[in-house]
Nanobody, 114 residues
């Protein structure tokens, strides 16, 4: 069974930055398109960024220009660099395949507040 372990969340002020990491195991990572998702309180989980095995990326409009997804295939790890954070970015962030077929990890909480 695929295992996904997210880390790097925390409390940050508006305008601040965080870098999330997701370590994947039991998966042919280098061949797999990966994504970062988030779920805000009372809302459905949504995809915010994706990266193909070849490194092509895509983002939802709400994070375009502020978030950067990247991957290190040697470490089976996908990252999400988040800059210029806004209160509306507050959510639990998860990684998964794209489309999401693996069991969800525990996620990492990101709280943007002054």
């Amino acid at each position: 069974q695929v295992q996904l372990v997210e880390s790097g969340g925390g409390l940050v002020q508006p305008g601040g930055s965080l870098r999330l990491s997701c370590a994947a195991s039991r998966i042919m990572f280098s061949f797999t398109t990966m994504g970062w998702y988030r779920q805000a309180p009372g809302k459905q989980r949504e995809l915010v960024a994706g990266i193909t095995s070849g490194g092509s990326t895509n983002y939802v409009d709400a994070v375009l220009g502020r978030f950067t997804i990247s991957r290190d295939n040697a470490k089976n790890t996908v990252y999400l660099q988040m800059n210029s954070l806004k209160p509306e970015d507050t959510a639990v962030y998860y990684c998964n395949t794209m489309p999401s077929w693996a069991t969800w990890g525990q996620g990492t909480q990101v709280t943007v507040s002054s």
